[in-house]
């Protein structure tokens, strides 16, 4: 569930997630709450997990040090070539697995995304480099202005497996989207493994993509997804 175009007056303006954001936040911004990476939310995870687990059945924990959800975010209008493509990542996420119930169920922090990271650009097929203040100014400015992550933290993933698809409810600003997802998964006594690809649109969650001088420089409306997952 954000450095944009630059012109010759050095326009510029940010994209992330699920949406584009205006440019760079000033030095008084405010910025997002600081909270903690793991909640002490005592409905995470859900009780069908503890019960599959005291009737013996496996459950996995998630690996965030083995799992990555990477979102290409790309740019759009007659005068996209003044700008910058993104990736927007996920490397702490969390959650709980249970093959026998054919269920995950995952979550991450929308203030423990990272912003252009140079492996992850390269692997997307960009080959420019965003300054870091450039890349700093995105950041802060989808937290604050567009996803609002003081008030909506994080982002939920609810999966049920049927078959080689997965059902997923993402939940992302208040709001919930279903998708079905084909997968490659693996399944061993020692855990699983999910991996796959999805194309979705920011104005799936009530997103308008920014766009100005008519349309001139635009955020594309359309986030390509991939995945990693492992659990253990």
């Given at each position: 569930?954000?450095?944009?175009?630059?012109s010759?007056?050095?326009?510029?303006?940010?994209?992330?997630?699920?949406?584009?954001?205006?440019?760079?936040?000033?030095?008084?911004?405010?910025?997002?709450?600081?909270?903690?990476?793991?909640s002490?939310?005592a409905?995470?995870?859900?009780a069908?997990?503890?019960q599959?687990?005291?009737?013996?059945?496996?459950?996995?924990?998630?690996?965030?040090?083995?799992?990555?959800?990477?979102?290409?975010?790309r740019?759009?209008?007659?005068?996209?070539?003044?700008?910058?493509?993104?990736?927007?990542?996920?490397?702490?996420?969390?959650?709980?697995?249970?093959?026998g119930?054919?269920?995950?169920?995952?979550?991450?922090?929308?203030?423990?995304?990272?912003?252009?990271?140079?492996?992850?650009?390269?692997?997307?097929?960009?080959?420019?480099?965003?300054?870091?203040?450039?890349?700093?100014?995105?950041?802060?400015?989808?937290?604050?202005?567009?996803?609002?992550?003081?008030?909506?933290?994080?982002?939920?993933?609810?999966?049920?497996?049927?078959?080689?698809?997965?059902?997923?409810?993402?939940?992302?600003?208040?709001?919930t989207?279903?998708?079905?997802?084909?997968?490659?998964?693996?399944?061993?006594?020692?855990?699983?493994?999910?991996?796959?690809?999805l194309?979705?649109?920011?104005?799936?969650?009530?997103?308008?993509?920014?766009?100005?001088?008519?349309?001139?420089?635009?955020?594309?409306?359309?986030?390509?997804?991939?995945?990693?997952?492992t659990?253990?």
């Amino acid at each position: 569930m954000p450095s944009f175009f630059r012109s010759s007056a050095t326009l510029i303006l940010s994209l992330l997630l699920t949406a584009c954001v205006s440019p760079p936040a000033p030095d008084s911004a405010p910025a997002p709450a600081e909270a903690p990476s793991h909640s002490t939310d005592a409905s995470f995870p859900p009780a069908a997990y503890r019960q599959a687990k005291a009737g013996g059945q496996p459950v996995f924990k998630i690996s965030a040090d083995d799992s990555l959800i990477a979102v290409t975010v790309r740019r759009g209008g007659l005068l996209a070539r003044l700008g910058h493509d993104h990736v927007v990542a996920v490397r702490k996420l969390e959650g709980y697995a249970a093959p026998g119930l054919q269920r995950a169920d995952l979550r991450f922090r929308l203030d423990e995304m990272t912003v252009d990271e140079s492996g992850l650009r390269a692997e997307a097929g960009l080959h420019t480099e965003p300054s870091a203040d450039a890349i700093a100014g995105t950041r802060q400015n989808m937290l604050t202005r567009v996803l609002d992550a003081e008030n909506h933290p994080w982002v939920l993933l609810q999966i049920q497996r049927k078959g080689e698809v997965l059902d997923a409810a993402v939940t992302l600003h208040g709001v919930t989207r279903s998708y079905q997802i084909p997968a490659r998964i693996t399944v061993t006594p020692r855990g699983l493994s999910a991996s796959g690809t999805l194309a979705f649109k920011q104005s799936d969650f009530g997103i308008v993509p920014f766009a100005v001088m008519g349309g001139a420089l635009a955020v594309k409306d359309e986030l390509e997804l991939r995945f990693a997952v492992t659990a253990r």
